[in-house]
């Protein structure tokens, strides 16, 4: 990697590694929404932002979860694109 770019590449690799991170994390947590849904456990948020979580049923707060992680799935793929281009050209 040259400094020709003026660390652009390094950006959009730091970019990328952190959004593919955002990726997993957000996939792990999908899951547990799916197996609570599926044993018909609650899962109980205690914090103030996510206490609206509860009043939903496990199928809505499954979909919005995999909603999340099809935006940042989207997301890093196309900074991973973006860091391609750039220690190409």
């Known amino acids: 990697m040259t400094n020709k770019d003026g660390g652009d590449t390094e950006l959009a690799f ?7 991170l955002l990726v997993s994390l957000f996939s792990w947590v999908a899951s547990h929404f799916y197996y609570a849904w599926q044993s018909n456990e609650p899962i109980e948020f205690t914090s103030r932002g996510l206490r609206f979580m509860n009043l939903l049923p496990a199928s ?12 940042f799935t989207y997301e890093a793929a196309k900074q991973s694109v973006k860091f391609v281009k750039l220690l190409r050209g």
């Open 14 to 20: 730091i970019g990328a590694l952190s959004l593919w």
């Open 60 to 71: 809505i707060q499954f979909a919005i979860s995999v909603s999340v992680v099809a935006f």
